[in-house]
């Protein structure tokens, strides 16, 4: 069965850094792409950005280059988001999921976890 378990928000001053983690179990995570999303309050889920089996990058908006990255452990079969010089408007619930194929659109993703909360304040 494949699940997906993310962990790792809270509660962070603008200019902090936090980094998610993704468990994943039922599947090889190493082997297939993992994608990030956020919902903010009042706003439709975006994507934040994805990394292939191939290990290629992509990122979904402008915001996130050179504050976000992806990065995965295949030993503990984990993804990681690390966020850094986060703003009061990366304040969502950020979620992992599993795509065929990287991909913006929500539809494109098979499993996903139930999200972990970022609140970015002072």
């Known amino acids: 069965q494949v699940r997906l378990v993310e962990s790792g928000g809270g509660l962070v001053q603008p200019g902090g850094s936090l980094r998610l983690s993704c468990a994943a179990s039922g599947f090889s995570l190493d082997k297939y792409a993992i994608g990030w999303f956020r919902k903010a309050p009042g706003k439709e889920r975006e994507g934040v950005l994805c990394i292939s089996n191939g290990n290629d990058i992509t990122y979904y908006g402008d915001s996130m280059k050179g504050r976000f990255t992806i990065s995965r452990d295949r030993f503990t079969n984990t993804a990681f988001l690390q966020m850094n010089n986060l703003k009061p408007e ?33």
Do not use: H, K, M
């Not at 304040?91 to 609140?119: K, M």
């Open 90 to 122: 990366d304040t969502a619930v950020y979620y992992c999921a599993t795509p065929n194929i990287c991909s913006r659109l929500t539809f494109e993703y098979d499993y996903w976890g139930q999200g972990t909360q970022v609140t970015v304040s002072s």
